[in-house]
């Protein structure tokens, strides 16, 4: 997928002035993280959002057992943050890892909320980031709750069209709350399915 950095994301997004706009990226900092570097870990608080401009993120809990469950995956022009710590200032239940050497805006949380004192805009773009991330959080629940693995695949790779050649199998596995076994199965059968069509 291609990159943009914040200022253009942010200009492609938001009718505010281009100064402006320029103002809220120098209170931004720009992070080169490395394969395998923590942004966040479990029980720590949450302090900032994260908006990758080259690389991949991914958001996961361990469970008592050590299983990973992957929560999110967040590509290039993606944010991620862990919300309910950010805004409750809880310990968080989730580790923000880079799966790739990235480079990410990194946006304080408390800057953010004064950005939404200061611009209507704003306030209603990050409403509109926020409802999208309950849709799909809620698509996703209903689809790990009833729907086969199948169909789950499927809404995978049209949400994450490019990550199936970035990421194990495994952790797709994880994300989808199947077996990796599973996940080979799902695959070799929708490519027999698509080659007797």
């Excluded at 720590?44 to 080259?54: A, D, L």
């Excluded at 958001?59 to 944010?79: C, L, M, R, T, Y």
């Excluded at 710590?85 to 890892?97: G, L």
Aim: glycine content about 2%; charged content about 25%.
């Amino acid at each position: 997928m291609s990159s943009t950095d914040l200022k253009t994301y942010l200009t492609s997004n938001l009718n505010i002035d281009e100064t402006e706009i320029s103002l809220i990226v120098e209170n931004c900092t720009v992070k080169k993280v490395k394969k395998d570097q923590f942004l966040l870990r479990e029980k720590e608080i949450c302090k900032h959002g994260f908006f990758v401009e080259q690389g991949l993120l991914r958001q996961f809990s361990v469970d008592k057992k050590g299983k990973e469950h992957i929560i999110s995956f967040a590509p290039e022009n993606w944010f991620m943050t862990d919300r309910e710590s950010a805004y409750f200032n809880q310990p968080s239940a989730y580790f923000i890892q880079a799966l790739e050497d990235s480079q990410v805006a990194v946006i304080d949380e408390s800057f953010a909320q004064l950005l939404s004192k200061k611009f209507p805009e704003f306030t209603e773009f990050n409403n509109r980031l926020l409802h999208n991330h309950i849709r799909h959080l809620q698509k996703r629940i209903n689809l790990l709750l009833s729907a086969p693995a199948e169909d789950r695949y499927l809404q995978f790779v049209a949400m994450y069209p490019d990550i199936l050649l970035r990421v194990p199998q495994t952790m797709v596995a994880s994300y989808l709350g199947i077996t990796p076994e599973s996940l080979s199965r799902v695959r070799k059968e929708l490519a027999q399915k698509n080659f007797m069509k």
